[in-house]
């Protein structure tokens, strides 16, 4: 700890609650409490003898650190809670028995790999935009991409006055009506591949992610979640 405390976004995030970022936003909007108060970003608490409250409950540490892994299915939100009352994929991951967050998202009619932890600290290194984690996605377009179109994926784009790194997009599987792509991204923007393939024509008709880094979703049924071994954990904590 500081010498002069913890800082409150910090204290959410080591407690498994949120990460630093998602905690900014939930001070702004007047969500979290200190000692009775509205909470300010950048406040210093004392662990032991402040009192830190969120949506009516006393915020404490969390003394065991869990990292799982859950095959999201379509059809759910990326987050434990839903002001337009979707599922969420907090529902898929209640049996974990200890409160646990996504690192990242997959939008709701995407599919696939989605990591969970309540170690701010490994959450943060992770969604962080140097992170430069090589990130895997199978997708499915109505149709075949042309040699164009192609290489005007593998390309840098603007999307939404934002330029995009360049990506790795090859064909995996040419043997059906509709292709299918391999995309390899080193970034997640919001929508990211829909947006890409929309700009250059291509409509998507299904989006799976099968990997992040040296984690891979393979053997793992949809909806069903487990814990990291290990070596995945091991791996995590060395990025």
Not at 74 to 102: E, F, I, Q, W
């Amino acid at each position: 700890m500081e010498n002069n405390g913890l800082r409150i976004q910090k204290y959410l995030s080591d407690c498994g609650v949120m990460s630093r970022r998602k905690a900014e936003e939930e001070i702004r909007d007047g969500k979290i409490f200190v000692n009775g108060k509205v909470a300010e970003i950048g406040q210093k608490i004392n662990p032991t003898n402040d009192v830190v409250m969120y949506r009516g409950k006393i915020v404490e540490r969390s003394e065991q650190k869990l990292y799982i892994m859950l095959n999201k299915p379509r059809g759910y939100v990326s987050t434990m809670s839903d002001d337009k009352d979707r599922r969420c994929v907090a529902d898929l991951v209640k049996d974990v028995n200890s409160r646990v967050y996504p690192i990242g998202r997959l939008d709701y009619n995407s599919e696939g790999l989605l990591l969970f932890t309540n170690d701010g600290e490994i959450a943060n290194r992770l969604i962080h935009p140097k992170s430069d984690i090589e990130k895997v996605y199978l997708v499915r377009v109505k149709g075949r991409a042309t040699a164009e179109q192609l290489e005007m994926l593998n390309k840098s784009m603007v999307i939404e006055g934002y330029r995009i790194r360049p990506c790795n997009v090859s064909v995996e599987d040419d043997s059906s009506e509709n292709q299918l792509l391999r995309f390899v991204l080193h970034e997640g923007r919001n929508r990211q591949i829909r947006r890409m393939c929309e700009q250059v024509g291509l409509f998507v008709t299904r989006l799976k992610r099968i990997s992040v880094g040296k984690i891979f979703l393979s053997g793992l049924g949809s909806g069903k979640w487990r814990s990291l071994s290990k070596t995945e954990i091991d791996y995590l904590k060395k990025l």
